[in-house]
């Protein structure tokens, strides 16, 4: 995954995250919910992913592993993105 | 929080929860409390209180299991994002019927969302994959709330042994809370 998508996550969650800690101090691996990123935040998050890299998150993806920590959000964005259309 | 015996189908199909009639039935609140260790406590007293007797056999022989789910939504939060994401956020989150029972109303969108979310710790999701519309809230014939399970929601809860699930919701101006039980037998 490139930098750039790396920042433009960082930027969702900023945005949507509604987290009591800046962004750019988290690692990685860090778990978002237990920085404070509610279940109904996560929803945000979601769908603001979607509008930024143009993807849809099946039901399946819809679990805490995906959006747990950037790590995850990676990988799903990446495999999204690489999916056939 | 209303007793409701469950019906519905343990093979993947809809699962529903309905109210069940005022009169408190035996595998609600009292067999919760009183599963577990204490319901040798119960045997040990069952012999005067006959009452008691039956809520006690009801919890050890049935082997009941209990879980709780809550959640918490905070109105003005929830009214953000309707105004950010319009309708991808409804169409995402709640079923036509969901939509059409709230009337667009913030606080009963948000106590719906809670009440999802309740329902999922309730049945200890873990890292399981369920969409918000496979968990539906609804009102019942009496207007009370209930919950109707679908696709990976009602797997689950077939997967725990679900046998009824109840859940309270309230609504306020800045917050909205739901609280869910799940009775599953072992």
């Known amino acids: 995954m490139t930098n750039s998508v790396r920042t433009a996550i960082r930027d969702v969650i900023r945005q949507h995250g509604r987290l009591p800690i800046d962004v750019d101090r988290l690692a990685d691996d860090d778990d978002l919910f237990q920085a404070g990123m509610s279940s109904h935040a996560s929803v945000n998050v979601m769908l603001a992913l979607e509008d930024t890299f143009d993807i849809e998150f099946p039901d399946s993806m819809l679990k805490r592993s995906v959006f747990e920590s950037l790590a995850g959000i990676d990988a799903a964005v990446g495999s999204l993105q690489n999916q056939p259309a | ?186």
């Open chain 2, 1 to 186: 929080m209303r007793s409701s015996p469950a019906t519905g189908s343990r093979s993947g199909g809809p699962f529903r929860c309905r109210p069940g009639p005022v009169t408190p039935q035996p595998a609600a609140s009292v067999g919760f409390l009183y599963s577990g260790v204490c319901a040798r406590e119960l045997q040990s007293s069952a012999t005067s209180r006959p009452g008691i007797k039956f809520w006690a056999e009801c919890a050890v022989t049935r082997e009941m299991t209990f879980d709780i789910g809550i959640d918490l939504v905070d109105c003005g939060q929830l009214e953000e994002a309707l105004a950010h994401h319009g309708d991808r956020f409804v169409n995402r989150v709640y079923t036509a019927a969901e939509y059409a029972e709230s009337r667009g109303q913030t606080a009963a969108l948000a106590g719906r969302f809670a009440a999802k979310e309740a329902t999922m710790k309730a049945l200890r999701r873990g890292d399981e994959g369920i969409g918000w519309q496979s968990i539906e809230i609804v009102n019942g014939p009496d207007r009370m709330p209930e919950i109707r399970l679908s696709g990976a929601a009602a797997e689950l809860a077939a997967t725990r042994g679900v046998t009824a699930l109840r859940v309270g919701i309230t609504e306020g101006r800045r917050h909205a809370a739901a609280v869910v039980i799940m009775e599953a037998a072992r």
